[in-house]
């Protein structure tokens, strides 16, 4: 492990030290988002060291031009970039005019930064003495509201303790800002209007090329010792900032604060010509109920959404911390309030991978959301994917597939591809595997098969025709083969006959072929408008079912496994256990090519398949795909650990379903990966709830019945967690002894728990 | 074919039309180049339309920084570029205040322009009305000196034929110029001096990051009607730029004329403070010649080069061309006087590809530079190789091989790596065994071993330590094999065993051995200093022997064909003449996916390996893998064709041998590829050679002895060759009815001519 700085506590992430070598790191761990925006733990004063400034508002990006060495044909123009939004929180605080600045002060003590998830704040408190030798003590809380999604509010009270003092709190805007990832040192944001009135400030700017319109406003009012004190602000404001500067005398002992609001309206949500009247009215609703009464809210939304998706552990502070982490990000980053957004691999605590949607949300977000929210956000995700679906035809013609096959991009912000890398852009195509499979699961899960005949089926039907047309038949072999693929196992690319992805493209055409059949029976009406627009015909089915049924699937007769691809057996097979620890993380250590012919496996390949398809292999067929591959597999994706844990688990060894628990929920908080500071892994966040729920709790949905087969580390006293099942929760507690089930609903449901049925009824303990 | 507008002539390339569409092509064709400079056919003259400036000095360079999308560990950090030089050839010509511009005259007529590769200079002659009516006749000459190569020199004429005209010729140098190619738009020149001194002007500048130092020179005279006349030149000279202006009134139907002389010289040559004085020198010295007797020199120099590499192909005035033209660029290139230049594969012709050195020299140019110029000249390819020995050390070590393993670069300039695409860079690895290959090639053509114990010995070790830990024993199959890997075939990518790389490399191991095993007993003096140097070990040569006894080469039975690599009958196998013309060139018209799991192949592969070992194959397993691969090759690479066109004579296919022929000697006149506006393809030319010496003449070197199997198209009535065999010369004459071969030499020599012995005499024709 890289830092092991951070404090366990059961509810709140908590750092104790001032140091600086941290303060990346610390910047994504204790981000803030509230689905709308979301930012980077910045400094509100300003800070001179090295830092990493990020804001972000969900849904808006900039498309970098690509930036390649070398082009192919098919690569999309430009790569879809998070985009630093304009800075709405920063405070400039002068003490005697001298700038307080950590990176300059002459002593720092009592840093305290804590991070509350149950309430949703994020606070700070320091003592620092100046250059000039002034001491003061800080305050800073703030906060993104839920409740009022355009605003975040900041409280800043400084308190000089060894002199009085003429302090300066300037809050400002900025949108003169700039990305760290740029291709081309574009300028992102053209600042259209920089204006003022009274107490507030509004910059109306747009991105360049997409032009989305924003406004990015502030307010601000100031307080001695609590009270309320009305100081005419100093403005200056040109191109891109707007400063007011809030000028007082503090006497040594007094506290003068301040109380920020900001934040961003856009034209997504309203028309360009309002963003401004918009601004006020969330200003004058805010400002209203005060910060403190906004808080109150803030802590009542959150209460909310923890009394749903809370993941309690007894007898192990860092697994609890661990675990409320994760949920606490995924609940900041999406809330499943608008179909046109999506979850980004690093939410809105970072620039890296730009785009907001991989397969992730398919393969890993959508049964957390499914589970912890109401089955609408699970819908929206899906809907998502129906409404690119032209996009994702046009992107399967770029590379020459026809007649509506669909191949939904690797990274995207509006359906179209925006990721430029060969072996992964053409070749990751599994990912379109998981968009079906994500169908079959909402169904399976949720029992709402309306999707399916609304707008599912022609997203398989689109899928289905690629993976007719991607297949090749092989006279050699008398089969149909994958030739050139990358698998969800990076660390092998242009491969042939994944079978991971040859077992995924099989099963899509099968399932497409079995939903067509029940819609063409059962929904007569859809089946018409859908079977008009696709021009689906019998001889093609009959041509899809040819590929399915002779799909090729490489096996070894003597390790009686599936192999990875063809040829992995002539790989050097020596375990990970046996390699030298100064050659990890190999992406780090070796070249690509040495990578490559490696026998080395980034994240789950086949384990993954085995993973959707559970019920499709027996216990021994896994435990023997599990010993062979496991210790060939470094965990150098964030997409790993959690598939491991589960699956260990099934097999019963729970040692390793533990450690690769803690790798999965800590992997950001103790930065497994040495990245953290590029932010947080937002994604594999909700692996980390599947690793409890589905892992240790054994959660399956069988026959529209739900399964458990708990299991509980030896390391907790007990465990619990809620899920919506078909709008009745079902609480689970798992101690040492015993599980518990809790029905909050209204009837009595039927579950099998260790292969055993159980009746739970409303509000009835029921033991196990 | 995209353009046919090249003038059929036995000595000449000949353009007749001003298109301006055909700018940037001829510029190319018509380009001119010494061995130590060269430049495109830009006018002298300015010129408003497309066109593309490019001035070159051999072994001059800038380190361009890497650009990819996304790094890979062992990138190296820059790219070599070939780099625009300063201009020297520069010449505005006022007519009346009216600049002369091709691209905004009223009328252009009677333009023609021809490379005389006969006496290497380029003329151009029009007739231009410029927008002030007057209209003026144009005879413009230039040549890169041969015997002074450190200079050119242009003869530039203009008569006003319609009326009097004030007549301004402003010859310049310009060190303010760009590449076309260029990463991060770096300035790659800095200017240190701008100076002159009567007629004369030097520009001293040096490349930025790597400090190359050099000096632009010029002087000019003028003359009307051939009588020089004494102007005092109007000077302006800015931080980059020297521009002298001759103005004369010029009586209508008199010709003003500007004999203008330029050049370099370089710090690779003499001490940077010596730079002026030695332009001085060399200006001295071809001002007092003149440029009609510095032109007598050009032919002289010319004319020896052609008595020794002249081809004469009769009664196919296209072939004849194509075959000239090829030797005269090769010729223009590189003549072998410095160790320290290699053979870039667009010469001094355009940017692309940068660096200047790749596979090409030793796969292709080698035996055209063995048999047209004296052994030293391969020598000095060789030894090019040997000192770059160490970097090719450093090399490996950066992809994780130890133990002087050695890995020469893809492309290179100083023997760093200076590629960054991790399918080439990394894994195009068979471009080692050509480095080994061409050690060999070299001592069965010269019977020079001197070679091998002096330097070649150290490189074939450095390439076989390379070999065994590049291969990994696969359990599964009992034997070694190369995983991971791209062949000559780069329509392929990360591919496990290509036969011809492991054929390679299997070789590269025991001809290491062999000459190991020779030197240890024959030249013990050279074989201790090299053991001592290499540490080589018996237990070490035995592990290599384990390697190569133990290599896995891929066969089918069915097919009894040696696969292009693992898998290749899994393709979908559509020959390219079952493709769709609209789907050519694929490269251009296919998403690299797609190209990657097609059957389709770019260059020689498999039947590269049987021309480098065809004494290992029967003519029965030749035609087989013909047969096979052929239809599958789009020939795509510059370098495919010849190859196939001597595999193709060689097994009696002479339609094919000769379309093979026509593409790879006009390649570039007739733009087969579409793409000569961006330079010709230099070491493709070598091919030609070797496609009608070792294609229709069937040369091979065997036991010491030149063999020849002659043969010759229908199309033509006769051809013949030279080659330098041993410092002894042999003609070769074929005609439709006979062979005859002429000795240039002291002693009496054997030839095999259709398997049976021939003695040649000195001097004395004999007949076949």
Redesign the interface.
């Known amino acids: 492990m890289n830092k092991e700085y951070i404090i366990s506590d059961n509810w709140s992430i908590i750092e104790e030290e001032f140091n600086p070598e941290n303060v990346k790191s610390s910047e994504s761990i204790f981000s803030l988002g509230n689905g709308a925006m979301g930012q980077r733990a910045n400094f509100e004063e300003h800070y001179s060291g090295p830092t990493f400034q990020g804001s972000y508002i969900a849904g808006v990006y900039y498309p970098d031009k ?5 082009w ?3 690569y999309p123009e430009y790569f879809a970039k998070v985009l630093n939004a304009p800075n709405w929180i920063g405070i400039n605080v002068l003490v005697n005019e001298e700038q307080l600045d950590l990176n300059t002060c002459i002593d720092v003590s009592g840093f305290r930064r804590e991070l509350n998830m149950k309430e949703g704040w994020l606070s700070r408190i320091f003592t620092a003495t100046l250059q000039n030798n002034i001491k003061v003590e800080v305050v800073a809380k703030r906060f993104l509201s839920l409740s009022h999604d355009e605003v975040g509010a900041i409280n800043y009270e400084i308190k000089p303790i060894n002199s009085d003092a003429k302090i300066t709190f300037q809050p400002y805007l900025d949108s003169g800002i700039t990305n760290e990832d740029t291709n081309w040192d574009d300028k992102f944001w053209d600042t259209l209007n920089v204006s003022h009135e009274n107490h507030q400030a509004f910059i109306q700017a747009k991105t360049m090329k997409t032009d989305f319109y924003t406004c990015t406003f502030m307010e601000s009012q100031v307080f001695i010792n609590n009270k309320s004190v009305l100081i005419e602000p100093n403005i200056s404001a040109d191109a891109s900032i707007a400063t007011f500067s809030y000028e007082y005398s503090v006497k040594k002992g007094d506290t003068y604060a301040i109380n920020k609001f900001g934040g961003y309206t856009v034209d997504r949500n309203y028309p360009k010509s309002e963003l401004v009247s918009i601004a006020k009215k969330a200003l004058k609703e805010v400002t209203k109920l005060g910060f403190n009464a906004l808080l109150e809210k803030q802590k009542k939304a959150w209460s909310k959404i923890w009394e749903m998706s809370d993941i309690t552990i007894e007898g192990d502070v860092k697994a609890q911390q661990g675990i409320r982490f994760n949920i606490f990000q995924l609940n900041q980053t999406y809330l499943g309030k608008d179909s046109r957004l999506n979850i980004g691999p690093k939410g809105f605590t970072g620039e890296k991978y730009g785009g907001s949607t991989y397969w992730d949300t398919e393969a890993y977000c959508i049964p957390f959301y499914m589970a912890t929210k109401s089955q609408n956000v699970a819908r929206s995700l899906l809907k998502y994917r129906y409404n690119h679906l032209e996009k994702a035809i046009e992107n399967a013609q ?3 597939f026809k007649n509506g096959a669909a191949l939904y991009p690797m990274v995207t912000m509006n359906g179209e591809e925006c990721h ?4 992964i852009t ?2 990751e195509i599994h990912r379109n595997g998981a968009i079906a499979f994500a169908i079959f699961n909402y169904y399976r899960y949720t029992g709402d098969y309306s999707y399916i005949p609304e707008m599912g089926l022609e997203v398989l039907i689109g899928i289905a025709r690629f993976w007719h047309q991607r297949a ?6 008398n089969q149909y ?1 994958i ?2 693929v990358t698998g969800p196992n990076e660390y092998e ?4 006959n994944n079978w991971y992805t040859n077992y995924l493209a099989k099963w899509c055409i099968d399932y497409a072929i079995e939903n067509i059949e029940i819609i063409k029976e059962s929904y007569s009406e859809d089946y018409s408008r859908i079977s008009g627009k696709t021009k689906i015909t019998h001889e093609e089915l009959h041509a899809w079912k040819k590929v399915a049924d002779n799909m090729y699937f490489p096996y070894s007769k003597k390790h009686k496994i599936f192999l990875q691809q ?2 992995f ?5 020596i375990t990970v256990a046996d390699l030298p620890k100064t050659d990890r993380p190999i ?8 990578i ?2 490696s026998p080395y496996i980034k994240q789950a390949d086949v384990l993954q398949g085995f993973y959707f398809f559970e019920d499709q292999f027996s216990s021994e067929e896994l435990k023997r795909h599990f010993d062979f591959y496991e210790p060939f597999t470094v965990h150098e994706s964030s997409l790993s650990p959690c598939v491991h844990s589960i699956q260990a688990a099934k097999l019963d060894q729970m040692d390793q379903a533990y450690t690769f628990y803690l790798r999965t929920s800590r992997l950001d908080l103790d930065d497994y990966n040495k990245e953290v500071e590029e932010g947080l892994h937002i994604t594999s966040m909700a692996g980390t709830w599947m690793s409890i729920v589905e892992g240790f709790g054994g959660m399956r949905i069988k026959n529209d019945t739900l399964n458990f087969e708990p299991r509980i580390p030896k390391q907790w006293k007990a465990y619990s967690f809620k899920v919506n099942f078909r709008d009745q929760i079902v609480k689970v507690n798992v101690s040492q002894n015993e599980t518990t089930f809790k029905l909050e609903g209204q009837n009595d449901l039927d579950i099998i728990v260790n292969n055993n049925q159980v009746t739970i009824s409303p509000n009835n303990l029921v033991k196990v």
Chains 1, 2 share one sequence.
């Open positions: 690509t930036r390649v060495g070398w192919k044909n098919g770029k590379l020459g430029n890398e060969w072996e053409f070749e090749t038949f092989s006279v050699e072999k083969v030739l050139g690319n242009n491969i042939n063809d040829g057996l002539d790989k050097e097979l992406n780090q250590k070796w070249s690509w090519d040495r490559l012919r």
